[in-house]
């Protein structure tokens, strides 16, 4: 009975966190941090969480629904600084911080320093990109963010690992570089076969419910068993979500997507909004293992905490010098690409020439073609979502640490010198960048006037992108030999019908894109004829749409908003006509 009021008080407090987050102009995880140290004074509140329940317990869902979510397209075209930003600087700042704290403490191994120094690098996956996203920031700029998160936790989870291992035995530099890089290629190997074959058996299901349950153990079987043969189980967890959100648009029902969509959504919220009250309620429990096992000379809760306000002052300071020259290189290498284009280009004349000698030059052509016109459009919405010195500052001072910096300090082995009080140091740095940084976001947002989305060219490049879609389907109901699966005769007034129907769309899209502006059907033969011909036209529609996400020319926001609507249609159509079904 007291976990089930536990439970119920956790939810209640998570949504009111959630409703009225946005009227006090403060973020939800850092109202939820406040609550939680409120609700650890409490007599009987849970207030020492092992850690293994959110390492392995909540982190793999939490990173699955935000990976599953990112366009592949976005990731791609942004990994290099995510690399950058979630594997060197994690390392830089690992082995930086690890140094300073070898030297602070006297019995404090450099290789345990390091590992300390991996628990308070990564960024937490959830806070910047939640509060980034409610304050609108552009949309690069949180893929970016929402990128790091995803990857950097893997990275220092790795290297905490192989930083343990060295404690222990002797380790050599090119011994751990290998270490590090077999968890990486074993969980990429992992995360691909499980994307791939949980796809594959979630086509197979005509119930939503079932797969949507399915997809709620995908997170588990690709951290498992990768964890089991020391690979990292959060890439192989994010790899699986990438490939699965990447993937699922050709492969499920519409029903299947808008079901999981919106269950992943709840799941996702009641999570991560969770693990920040569990951090809150976490610091009783901490401060009072400080005060029972600190010796003499030893730093207490005093000295832990100001040790932890030093680190997160050496942890803001590499960041806001590292990020900006990070991004100079970058921009740098986007010009060299454009110079490249150029030549490219060239080589794409001379290929076209033989374009005609055999389909051998034929295919050869097609596929040198595509691989222009991607690069041409990575380039233009490189350059459409460029972000400039303002993002450069807000990336810099996204610096947030969460949960995962706590529950991997705790899981520190016992006899760890120390241990009391560099869990502490690790949750003083959590708390006060989610405090300080996260508390101060939205004004240095507003201060340097950074733009998020353009909601009017967003309507614009929607309706356009309908406009291309829905002439490609138009072209199905002029096809002279048009006939439905059953052989039926079609009634022209009902082709008529969708055609107009069909039209209406994208005039709607118009409407609202010029003016910043909202069926029911009879089971009758004739209506029926005209389910079937929608869903011909939404066929033709949807693989128009899958094309332009291929070439990259639309921004995968519209794509998904595209998407959606394309989705919604043809769930309504299937509920005529099987009004039981789900």
Not at 242 to 251: F, I, N, Q
Not at 461 to 474: F, K, N, T, V, Y
């Amino acid at each position: 009975m007291a976990w089930a009021l536990i439970g119920v008080v956790g939810i209640v407090t998570i949504v009111a966190a959630g409703a009225f987050a946005n009227k006090l102009g403060v973020a939800a995880p850092i109202l939820l941090i406040l609550f939680g140290v409120g609700f650890s004074f409490i007599p009987g509140a849970p207030t020492n969480v092992p850690p293994e329940i959110i390492l392995v317990g909540l982190l793999p869902p939490i990173l699955y629904s935000a990976a599953v979510n990112v366009p592949v397209i976005d990731f791609r075209r942004n990994f290099g600084s995510i690399s950058a930003l979630s594997v060197g600087l994690v390392i830089v700042s690992a082995f930086v911080t690890g140094f300073l704290l070898f030297m602070l403490f006297p019995r404090l191994s450099f290789a345990a320093g390091v590992a300390i120094g991996a628990v308070i690098s990564p960024t937490d996956a959830v806070a910047a990109t939640a509060i980034g996203k409610k304050l609108g920031l552009p949309p690069r700029l949180v893929t970016i963010l929402e990128g790091e998160g995803l990857v950097n936790d893997a990275t220092a989870l790795v290297l905490l690992r192989t930083a343990v291992a060295a404690i222990a035995t002797t380790v050599s530099f090119w011994g751990s570089v290998g270490s590090f890089a077999y968890a990486v290629a074993i969980a990429i190997v992992i995360g691909l076969v499980v994307g791939y074959v949980t796809v594959f058996v979630r086509s197979k299901f005509s119930d939503s419910i079932l797969d949507t349950a399915i997809s709620f153990a995908i997170p588990f079987i690709a951290y498992i068993p990768t964890e089991a043969v020391h690979g990292s189980g959060v890439i192989a967890v994010v790899v699986a979500g990438l490939y699965s959100g990447h993937t699922v648009v050709k492969r499920l029902s519409p029903q299947a997507r808008i079901a999981e969509r919106l269950n992943w959504r709840t799941l996702q919220f009641v999570l991560e909004n969770g693990v920040f009250l569990l951090m809150g309620l976490e610091i009783t429990t901490i401060v009072e293992n400080v005060r029972h096992t600190a010796r003499a000379g030893e730093p207490g809760v005093l000295g832990s905490v100001v040790l932890g306000l030093l680190m997160v002052a050496v942890l803001t300071v590499l960041r806001l010098l590292l990020v900006p020259p990070l991004l100079m290189f970058l921009r740098a290498r986007a010009n060299g690409a454009e110079r490249q284009q150029s030549i490219f280009l060239k080589q794409l004349d001379r290929i076209r020439l033989m374009a005609d000698r055999g389909k051998l030059f034929a295919r050869r052509s097609e596929r040198a073609e595509r691989m222009y016109t991607r690069r041409e459009n990575d380039i233009q919405q490189g350059k459409a979502e460029g972000f400039g010195w303002r993002g450069a500052l807000i990336l810099s001072w996204s610096g947030m640490r969460g949960v995962v910096t706590l529950a991997a300090a705790q899981s520190l082995p016992e006899d760890f010198h120390y241990r009391a009080q560099l869990v502490l140091i690790a949750f003083t740095v959590a708390v006060v960048t989610l405090l300080m940084q996260g508390g101060t976001l939205p004004l240095l947002i507003r201060l340097t006037g950074i733009q998020g989305t353009d909601r009017e060219a967003d309507r614009r490049q929607l309706a356009s992108l309908l406009d291309e879609i829905i002439g490609i389907g138009i072209e199905v109901l002029d096809n002279p030999r048009l006939t439905l699966p059953a052989g039926e005769k079609i009634d022209p007034a009902l082709i008529e019908r969708v055609r107009r129907d069909t039209l209406l769309t994208a005039e709607s899209a118009w409407e609202r894109a010029e003016h910043g502006a909202g069926i029911e059907g009879l089971t009758n033969s004739p209506q029926r004829q005209y389910r079937e011909l929608r869903r011909e036209v939404l066929q033709a529609e949807h693989e128009a749409l899958l094309e332009a996400r291929a070439g990259g020319s639309y921004a995968s926001r519209i794509l998904s908003r595209a998407q959606t609507m394309l989705d919604l249609e043809e769930t309504r159509l299937a509920q005529i006509d099987d009004p039981s079904g789900y």
